[in-house]
């Protein structure tokens, strides 16, 4: 079975500093999506950036950029350039390549300081 | 266009009693999943529906059910509910079947079991 694990349960970092929000996950597939979704305190998801795993170039969405290490199956997120609406719960997910279906991590609470 | 719909967004039940909550998907995307988010167990998979065919399902007992109708509208029930069953239901439309899928969030509906 597929699992998703995130180590920071919560990370902070200073306004227009970068911070980088680790994954890793395990699978035995060759055909998978990873994603990053970002829930703020309202509670709607939102994605904010994936990654197909069958590509080698690391996915960027404007500030938000990830490591894709396939071999180490890592994934993180690194946002630069941070902003006060950053701060929320971002989840890493894992999709197998012929479902709808994602398995989300446990979380990393991010809080922005001004 | 209009995003993701739930109702009702908040639900108060008591032990023993059933519920029935609603999704209603961006306008032209034929695939709903659904998810649990609970403090102690993150989110889960529930369900996942394609042209009113469940495609997946999660490790949930049998009281949890589901269904998607033509219109791609989708509801899940949850009979007999226990105190564990309080949670935030999340539910996801997306296209179709394409490998390259976007999920969209709904604000999910908060489900309190006194």
């Known amino acids: 079975a597929q699992t998703v694990t995130q180590s920071q349960p919560e990370m902070s970092v200073q306004e227009a500093e970068t911070v980088t929000l680790s994954c890793t996950y395990d699978t035995s597939e060759s055909d998978y999506y990873l994603f990053w979704y970002k829930q703020p305190p309202s509670r709607q998801m939102i994605l904010v950036i994936r990654?197909?795993?069958?590509?080698?170039q690391n996915a960027t969405e404007n500030r938000f950029s990830v490591n894709f290490q396939k071999a180490a199956k890592s994934f993180s997120l690194k946002i630069s350039d941070s902003q006060l609406g950053d701060a929320a719960m971002y989840f890493c997910?894992?999709?197998?390549?012929?479902?709808?279906?994602?398995?989300f991590g446990t979380g990393t609470r991010l809080q922005v300081f001004p | 266009k209009a995003g993701v719909t739930q109702t009702p967004r908040y639900l108060i039940k008591t032990r023993g009693q059933q519920v029935t909550l609603s999704c209603s998907p961006i306008?032209?995307?034929?695939?709903v999943s659904w998810y649990q988010q609970t403090p102690g167990q993150g989110l889960q998979f529930l369900f996942e529906y394609f042209s009113e065919t469940q495609r997946n399902k999660g490790n949930f007992p049998g009281r949890f059910s589901g269904r998607q109708f033509s219109n791609s509208r989708s509801e899940m029930n949850v009979s007999t509910l226990e105190l564990g069953d309080s949670a935030l239901y999340l539910c996801a439309s997306s296209v179709g079947l394409a490998y390259y899928n976007e999920q969209f969030f709904g604000p999910g509906t908060r489900l309190t079991v006194l």
């Open positions: 990654q197909e795993a069958y590509k080698q």
């Open positions: 306008s032209g995307h034929r695939s």
């Open positions: 997910a894992y999709r197998s390549g012929d479902t709808d279906k994602l398995i």
